[in-house]
């Protein structure tokens, strides 16, 4: 079988954990015709690398944004058999949302970028100066926080049926749209296309693709909301009022909340608990009447709910064992025989697709549009997930860490310095002054392998202890990127001909008299990436001493190509400059694929292909 076929049949197998479920599943090419509900579950076969998937948001039933990897995106429309492809150039994305006709892209420098279509002037929550322009062909950057004379970065986004809420770094919450009292700017009736300043001291902000309202905390630690108050599902304490600007919602701490998700006439609040709660109307706010302020739902009492999404029809909650919760179908859907009256008001556990049955390790995430739902796994960064599995294999450990209460944790040393900046003698002796206990440290040890803040409180104290400031979120990278460029600790070399070796099947006597002949390239490295990285160089090192420095790579690749590829290890990405024959360069790589035997959720093929698509 040749490589191509392998890379394709793992791809199909990757298809095999990506699953949907919704009503009229004719109208999007996404599904398959058949008759389906909420409870039966179709995979969604044309998502191709479905690991790679790192959030899906779905606003009307005719189309879907999904982002892949690190900066890419598909948009798949009705009758459409492939996805529009976009990428956001010299940008990488942080967070993609969706309302009912537009999607916001936000980038980790604070920028946003808008997918939309402009019906006949309709729809004006498209935040750009000429939205009749818009179209799905394109995505377009929001010149409000775009411009560097603005000076605005936004840290996040929310969205609520058809306007827009922009949280800056600087605390200042703007919003743009339709307004029903929800831009908090003392008008209720009066659309605004560009963005207006709502309130300031803003920590988080919420939202929902069907929402009529929007929560957002503060600094002060108090929860506030504006919005049309339907049935009560502002959270005040009646169903009566009309602010058109921010309002407290009482007995209610900042710090208390998880999430909060408005929908059509009902707002659904999680808890860091874990406990669910529900204002609004009775329709479909998992009560069977209405609640004018945020009240626990029954039947989730007992469980631990970790994630929400509601669409039009229906709400989904999923708790920490992998249970999966839900209620709707609203009964004025147009409701036929084939898919029946009966409305679920309040939660009912559904069945989760065989797959993720069989697999109660994964790590789920769901996600409603408006008439549809998904649920699909967790992304997992290819280049974590490597060094997770040299974690809790314990391979090639080259040194050991001995605590107080007379055990030792065998460890990668290079790793466990570069992460930390310090010796592993200094570490054992900062430690050992405290005499942490052996779970703790092994949360420690979470954190510097898996990148993993399980305990938050225990790592701020073996950090004071180390005397090191507290990680950020997502640091692994970083600190793969620092080592890369350290040139000083790299303890190992790659030899590599300067010339290609076409006749690879030499015997090794031949290959000792040739070698003379040709001068040899070094390429310096850390030997615990290679080890963690590559499937190849595992088997190779399980033979090598660990006396040995270097070894002769005969893959018959490139210098160029190497170099590449090497990169790729410390960092999931391909760069290929101006200096790089590209078209050499990407054939050797995509056939590196199968011979260094790299991870299969890598998404080295896509990157690959992006890079092609712009040749």
């Avoid at 000076?151 to 609520?160: H, T």
């Avoid at 040739?514 to 390429?523: H, N, S, V």
Wanted: with cysteine.
């Amino acid at each position: 079988m040749n490589q191509r076929n392998q890379r394709n049949q793992r791809n199909q197998k990757q298809t095999q954990i990506f699953y949907s479920a919704r009503k009229n599943l004719q109208i999007n090419s996404l599904f398959n015709e058949k008759e389906n509900q909420l409870q039966n579950w179709t995979q969604l076969s044309k998502i191709k690398n479905a690991n790679q998937v790192r959030k899906i948001v779905s606003g009307c039933n005719k189309h879907c944004l999904i982002w892949k990897g690190t900066n890419n995106l598909e948009f798949y429309q009705t009758n459409q058999e492939d996805p529009k492809c976009f990428t956001i150039e010299n940008e990488e994305i942080q967070d993609i949302q969706s309302g009912i006709w537009t999607y916001l892209i936000l980038t980790k420098s604070g920028k946003v970028f808008s997918l939309a279509q402009h019906e006949k002037s309709r729809y004006c929550e498209i935040p750009l100066s000429d939205p009749e322009s818009s179209t799905f062909e394109q995505i377009r950057p929001v010149p409000f926080f775009n411009k560097k004379e603005n000076n605005r970065k936004v840290e996040s986004l929310a969205m609520v049926g058809c306007s827009n809420y922009f949280l800056c770094k600087d605390g200042k919450l703007y919003g743009n749209g339709l307004n029903k009292g929800s831009l908090g700017d003392g008008t209720s009736n009066q659309a605004k296309n560009l963005p207006v300043f709502i309130f300031k001291d803003v920590t988080r902000v919420f939202g929902g693709v069907h929402g009529l309202c929007v929560f957002f905390t503060s600094k002060n630690n108090e929860l506030y909301v504006c919005g049309e108050n339907r049935g009560g599902c502002l959270g005040i304490g009646n169903s009566s009022s009309k602010p058109n600007s921010p309002v407290q919602v009482p007995n209610w701490k900042a710090d208390d909340i998880l999430d909060i998700h408005t929908n059509d006439g009902f707002s659904i609040l999680i808890t860091k608990e874990g406990k669910t709660y529900s204002c609004g109307g009775s329709f479909n706010n998992g009560f069977s009447q209405d609640k004018s302020t945020f009240t626990e739902i029954e039947e989730l009492k007992n469980q631990k709910v970790i994630q929400y999404s509601g669409g039009y029809e229906f709400s989904l909650c999923l708790t920490n064992e992998n249970e999966l919760y839900g209620w709707g179908f609203r009964p004025d859907f147009q409701p036929t025989n084939q898919y029946g009256k009966i409305a679920l008001l309040t939660p009912k556990k559904l069945n989760l697709p065989k797959y993720f049955q069989n697999n109660p390790s994964i790590k789920l995430k769901i996600t409603c549009g408006t008439h549809s739902i998904f649920i699909y796994p967790s992304y997992r960064n290819c280049l974590i997930q490597d060094f997770q599995k040299l974690f809790k294999s314990k391979l090639f450990c080259d040194s050991k860490l001995k605590l107080n209460e007379n055990f030792e944790l065998p460890i990668h040393k290079t790793l466990v310095e570069s992460r930390t900046n310090l010796q592993i003698s200094t570490i054992e002796d900062l430690l050992n002054q405290e005499s942490f206990s052996k779970e703790e440290i092994l949360i420690f040890f979470k954190w510097l392998y898996l990148d993993q803040i399980s305990n938050q409180e225990t790592l701020k104290k073996i950090f004071n202890s180390l005397n090191l400031s507290f990680p950020p979120k997502n640091s692994f990278q970083k600190d793969l990127l620092n080592l890369y460029k350290d040139e000083d600790s790299k303890d190992f070399t790659l030899l590599i001909k300067n010339e290609n070796d076409e006749d690879v099947k030499k015997d090794k006597e031949e290959e000792e008299e040739e070698e003379e002949e040709y001068a040899m390239t070094e390429i310096p490295v850390h030997k615990i990436v290679l080890i963690a990285r590559s499937g190849l160089f595992r088997d190779m090192f399980q033979n090598v001493t660990q006396e040995t420095n270097s070894v002769k790579d005969y893959s018959g690749k490139s210098i160029d190509s190497l170099e590449i590829l090497i990169k790729y290890f410390y960092t999931d990405k391909i760069e290929i400059t101006a200096d790089h024959d590209p078209l050499l360069v990407l054939e050797e790589l995509e056939d590196s694929i199968e011979y260094y035997q790299l991870n299969e959720n890598s998404n080295i093929l896509n990157q690959l292909n992006e890079i092609k698509n712009k040749l």
